[in-house]
């Protein structure tokens, strides 16, 4: 079994793939954890013979179990119904219930209560998951009825009874709709008998489930079950801006969490001092800026000097008004707002010891660091070599440079050689001549 998005089909859902039985408890909305059920009833106590069965997208009802059948938490049953039978599945067992039916002002009379009439077998599961199967397209032809009829109103969802005998539409509206010519459309096209229940806008919400701004599923459809009238008021005391885009929720009406601290906030602002009382000095008369309620400061600026503002306490506001209402002036709130000490921020030992408690938090180093200092280290090796290349090309070059300059200087032994040389070829010359002579 599972939720309409896992679309499940032969035992095996397409969507989250758990059964029925998600993580984030999607399936199962507004599910009650049985905190009782390993604990044993005292003797000669009989258990409860009520139990807690849910129908699609969260609809609970209570039926008595008069046939005292061995039931457990995920059966699948078959209930009565106003005609017919209806399927739906086992939630909550025990005096739990009891305690739920209590707070839900449901009535424990036999006479007036539904009964369950068996766990339901192959083929009410099989009839059952066909029906559903119908509801996706039916809800798209059924708004496409709505709008060929002009019919100011919005089918939400479509809800087959468990033996396919009756199909319940959910719709809203903003104001009352005539959907007599809409009822005929569809029980000629459906082939079926035809509800209509209009819901409000949370309910539908409810209903359909989502993922609100905080990151979380709806409270709605998680587990808040009564819906208070929530006002733009509780928004004013909690000093959010008015912004209906950040303030609406995904029904399009006020988000419920305006309400929960809203007391909190009420019993805070009994000590503040209204607003819109002046404070009068002899420097000048102050209004009012902007309060912080959970310091308990208030800022106030003098008429004519808007951009200065002086902040006080909320008890010293009260004693400047009092004084007002006597008739007296203090001389300025600047003496007030030398009072005003700022609170020190309290710096937290370390008494685990030597291990930090955000040890592990710290990013690993990477490898860049280690390959930048290989790569410095490379660097540098190679300037080392290069160094001593040059002075190696430096001193060979020195060394050339001395032969050639001692090839270039005169050697006396080979200048007189040479000489003989000449002098030895200019003899025969001369030996010729005075043989001629």
């Known amino acids: ?223 808040l079950t009564d819906f208070r009238s929530v006002s733009t008021s509780a928004a004013r005391y909690q000093q959010l801006s008015l912004n209906p885009q950040k303030l609406a929720g995904q029904c399009g009406k006020l988000k419920c969490c305006l309400n929960y601290e809203l007391d909190t906030y009420l019993d805070a602002l009994k000590s503040f001092p209204k607003t819109d009382i002046k404070l009068q000095t002899e420097k000048g008369t102050a209004v009012c800026q902007k309060t912080d309620i959970f310091k308990g400061h208030m800022w106030y600026a003098y008429e004519g000097e808007w951009m200065n503002w002086h902040k006080i306490t909320t008890s010293q506001a009260n004693e400047i008004i009092e004084l007002n209402k006597k008739k007296e002036k203090v001389v300025s709130l600047e003496e007030y707002a030398l009072e005003v000490i700022e609170e020190a921020k309290t710096e937290f030992e370390n008494v685990v010891g030597q291990d930090s408690l955000t040890r592990f938090d710290n990013p690993k180093r990477s490898n860049k660091r280690k390959n930048n200092r290989r790569k410095g280290s490379q660097a540098n090796k190679k300037e080392t070599t290069g160094s001593n290349n040059s002075r190696k090309n430096n001193s060979n070059k020195n060394s050339l440079n001395k032969s050639s300059s001692s090839k270039n200087k005169p050697n006396k032994n080979n200048s007189n050689k040479n000489n003989r040389n000449k002098n030895s070829r200019k003899k025969p010359q001369n030996n010729s001549k005075n043989a001629a002579k």
Not at 19 to 48: A, Q, R, Y
Not at 140 to 168: N, P, W, Y
């Open 1 to 223: 079994m599972a939720c309409a998005s896992c679309s499940t089909k032969d035992g095996q859902p397409k969507g989250c793939k758990n059964n029925g039985t998600c993580g984030t408890d999607s399936c199962n909305k507004l599910t009650v954890f049985d905190w009782l059920s390993n604990m044993s009833l005292p003797n000669g106590e009989k258990p409860f013979n009520w139990v807690e069965v849910r129908y699609k997208n969260g609809r609970k009802e209570y039926y008595h179990n008069t046939e005292n059948l061995t039931l457990s938490i995920g059966d699948v049953v078959a209930t009565q119904a106003k005609a017919g039978h209806d399927i739906g599945m086992v939630t909550l067992m025990g005096e739990l219930v009891r305690v739920q039916m209590k707070r839900k002002n449901i009535s424990e009379n036999l006479e007036e209560g539904l009964k369950i009439y068996r766990k339901a077998s192959q083929k009410d599961i099989d009839i059952w998951s066909a029906a559903r199967d119908k509801e996706e397209p039916m809800k798209v032809k059924a708004r496409q009825f709505a709008i060929d009829l002009k019919l100011q109103m919005k089918i939400s969802d479509i809800e087959f009874q468990g033996d396919a005998s009756k199909a319940t539409f959910y719709y809203t509206a903003e104001e009352r709709v005539d959907f007599r010519e809409l009822i005929k459309v569809f029980a000629r096209e459906f082939r079926t008998r035809i509800e209509m229940k209009q819901v409000g806008f949370r309910q539908e919400a409810a209903r359909l489930g989502g993922i609100g701004s905080c990151g979380r599923e709806l409270c709605c459809s998680t587990w």
